[in-house]
């Protein structure tokens, strides 16, 4: 008789991670790709719009400000005596 075999569901990490990794393939062979076949002149611009979008892309990310303790105030006095060279 033929077992049935259990299918695994995957995560929402391990999909995310496939999908990373087949775009860095993707992304790898284009550049290789575009190096190879393609004048210096256009390759260097591909290249600039493509960093240019991801500097952008960067700079207008959501700051985050959120405090992960209530008694900041305390370890800064804390880790500035540590640190101090003035230390009496």
Do not use: C, P, V
């Not at 999908?19 to 393939?25: C, I, L, N, P, V």
């Not at 076949?37 to 985050?64: G, P, Q, V």
């Amino acid at each position: 008789m033929r077992e049935k075999t259990i299918r695994k569901e995957h995560t929402q990490d391990e999909r995310h991670d496939a999908k990373k990794t087949s775009k860095k393939a993707l992304t790898r062979f284009i550049l290789k790709f575009g190096r190879k076949y393609l004048t210096s002149y256009l390759f260097s611009y591909i290249l600039f719009i493509r960093y240019f979008n991801k500097f952008k892309r960067e700079i207008r990310k959501n700051k985050s400000t959120e405090k992960f303790s209530k008694n900041l105030d305390d370890i800064n006095n804390f880790e500035f005596k540590l640190t101090s060279q003035n230390n009496d």
